[in-house]
């Protein structure tokens, strides 16, 4: 069995915003755990896609929050990297020698709507017609529009303390919004859950693929780190996320796609997922939910729900969206 080094330090590559750096230290203590002699030093980096704060889909889409970090894993610069999965691309192969050791449990993947501070509202119906709704996921935007098209729903970037502060009228912007869609687990995370007002459930808004899992990622032929990271591995997290991942891979979706996609597990053992595509205004989607076949294989799942959305159309919602 391989064993890490006594005396090795071991470099986390993250990015430099708090919710970031939240996580990257959360990581940090579990290893300690794991290895009480362990040296950890993170590496904070910000990001190309944490210094644009126009639309994330002109320079590449989500995929710059990880491209950089995945480079420095690449060179050698960091021994790992700390990796929110939703914000890892699905319509390409994983970087060449890196490879995902471990997933952490699974946090709450549900979203959540915030008001301004002081603002009496506690749901979506309690908005006007005319409402300014800010988000930073396109497939939020779309499942909003579905049930409230008479609500404007804009989008909003930088780190979620920053979207706050534009909610809360602390950062005025061109079109102060009356309210914010923001993860669940993101609040949590940072301390702020009491922010919160209406969760969604799930059948409302549908979440995003990897939603609420931290991927550990190390270089394949680092085999010491990997065994490490590989004791902290949630399986039902890591079967779960590869039967979404397969379908959205399959889906070949890019960042301006509205997917959205979610893998549970019944009582009985048995995988169940969920997937979803839309236009970006929401009036056109498609909808598969199946369970796993009996040898309950989550890429063979993902592949099949995602023939499925395909058969209804997909291809072509996803075709007909500029990216």
Not at 3 to 11: I, K, S
Not at 26 to 54: M, N, Y
Not at 163 to 183: F, N, V, Y
Request: aromatic content about 2%.
């Amino acid at each position: 069995m391989t064993t890490f080094p006594a005396g090795r330090t071991l470099r986390l590559g993250t990015r430099s915003s708090p919710m970031a750096l939240a996580q990257a230290t959360a990581v940090s203590e579990l290893l300690r755990k794991e290895h009480p002699d362990l040296q950890v030093e993170l590496v904070p980096v910000t990001t190309e896609g944490d210094r644009w704060h126009g639309d994330l889909s002109r320079l590449g889409g989500k995929g710059l929050f990880v491209k950089q970090i995945d480079a420095m894993l690449q060179r050698g610069d960091v021994d790992l990297a700390v990796h929110c999965m939703k914000d890892v691309p699905g319509d390409t192969p994983m970087p060449e020698g890196l490879v995902f050791a471990a997933y952490l449990p699974r946090d709450d993947v549900r979203d959540v709507l915030v008001f301004p501070e002081g603002s009496g509202s506690q749901t979506l119906d309690d908005l006007p017609a005319g409402a300014v709704v800010a988000t930073s996921a396109v497939r939020r935007k779309a499942q909003v529009n579905r049930v409230r098209p008479d609500l404007t729903v804009v989008r909003v970037r930088g780190a979620v303390g920053t979207r706050l502060d534009k909610l809360d009228g602390r950062k005025p912007t061109d079109t102060t919004p009356d309210a914010m869609i923001l993860a669940t687990s993101g609040l949590e995370r940072l301390g702020l859950s009491h922010r919160g007002r209406q969760v969604f459930a799930v059948d409302d808004l549908l979440p995003a693929v990897g939603a609420g899992v931290l991927g550990l990622e190390c270089r394949h032929d680092d085999p010491a780190t990997a065994a490490l990271l590989s004791r902290l591995n949630h399986g039902k997290t890591m079967t779960e996320v590869t039967a979404e991942r397969v379908m959205l891979h399959e889906l070949r979706g890019h960042c301006n796609s509205p997917i959205a996609g979610l893998c549970t597990t019944d009582p009985d053992g048995r995988l169940s997922l969920r997937g979803m595509v839309f236009s970006p205004d929401g009036s056109t989607s498609v909808h598969a939910h199946l369970r796993a076949e009996p040898t309950n294989d989550p890429a063979l799942l993902g592949t099949r729900v995602a023939a499925e959305l395909l058969q209804q159309g997909a291809a072509e919602i996803i075709a007909a969206i500029p990216h």
